[in-house]
Nanobody, 129 residues
Framework: QVNLVESGGGSVQSGGSLRLSCTVS????????LAWFRQAPGKTRDAVAH???????RYRDSVKGRFTISRDNDKNTLYLQMNNLKPEDTAMYYC???????????????????????WGQGTQVTVSS
């Protein structure tokens, strides 16, 4: 049984920082692509950042230069460092483990090749102006 648990969410003011963590149990995640998604109320779930098995990263344009995705394969933990947060970053943030180790670019978006096998339950990030 593979389980993903996010933590680190909270409420901050605009310009603040948060560091999200996602701990994976039940599987060695080192061979796999990982990602963070977010979903605001009434909106679709959108990809925020990806990291492949070799540590290559990709970001959505609106978070480039502010967010950093990283992974610690020894701890089976995925991170998202979020700096200079804005009210439009307010959302539930989810981590996900993919079925492969690589990232593909298709129709203007990045995704882990082969889709996503497992998801966490989410952690709420709220940014006030």
């Amino acid at each position: 049984q593979v389980n993903l648990v996010e933590s680190g969410g909270g409420s901050v003011q605009s310009g603040g920082s948060l560091r999200l963590s996602c701990t994976v149990s039940g599987s060695d995640f080192s061979p796999y692509c990982l990602a963070w998604f977010r979903q605001a109320p009434g909106k679709t779930r959108d990809a925020v950042a990806h990291i492949d098995a070799d540590g290559i990263t990709r970001y959505r344009d609106s978070v480039k230069g502010r967010f950093t995705i990283s992974r610690d394969n020894d701890k089976n933990t995925l991170y998202l460092q979020m700096n200079n947060l804005k009210p439009e970053d307010t959302a539930m943030y989810y981590c996900t483990l993919a079925a492969s180790g690589t990232i593909e670019y298709y129709a203007g978006t990045y995704n882990c090749r082969g889709g996503y096998s497992f998801w966490g339950q989410g952690t709420q990030v709220t940014v006030s102006s």
